[in-house]
């Protein structure tokens, strides 16, 4: 072990960068599931936004059939706004691989606390921008 040490080379140790591993973790599985259009996504959405009392930004991935490959809460923000950043939204579904973030599969703004998921003004925005 003490000969190891003594062959450490410190200049080449400063010249080598921080290495970073990124991993995506599934956290449940479930059947993927088809997304006919807009009506479909907020259907999901809403089911998935049930019981959510602040202001979620969420992300569904896409493979190439339009079928829900997953689901990803990008920001959880207070009771009228989450702060999302296009970096954030696109993550996810690069390291799915997913083919698509179709029209109606960004959600924000769904406060659920009655059976009727509306999205606000500025996820409307943000969703026009992506």
């Known amino acids: 072990m003490a ?3 003594r062959n450490k080379d410190p200049f080449k140790e400063a010249l080598m960068p921080p290495v970073f591993r990124v991993q995506l973790v599934r956290e449940k599985s479930g059947q993927r599931t088809a997304l006919g259009g807009p009506e479909s996504a907020a259907q999901i959405l809403g ?3 049930q019981h959510a009392d602040r202001e979620h930004f969420v992300s569904l991935m896409l493979d ?5 490959i997953g689901i990803h809460t990008v920001s959880v923000g207070s009771l009228f706004a989450a702060i999302v950043s296009p ?3 696109f993550k996810a ?5 997913a083919a698509a973030m179709g029209e109606g599969a960004l959600g924000g703004g769904f406060v659920c606390a009655s059976a009727a998921a509306l999205p606000s003004i500025a996820a409307n925005k943000v969703a026009r921008l992506t």
């Open 47 to 49: 089911q998935y936004l």
């Open 93 to 97: 579904a690069i390291l799915a691989n």
């Open 87 to 89: 970096r954030e939204v």
């Open 64 to 68: 190439v059939k339009n079928q829900v």
């Open 3 to 5: 000969k190891l040490e």
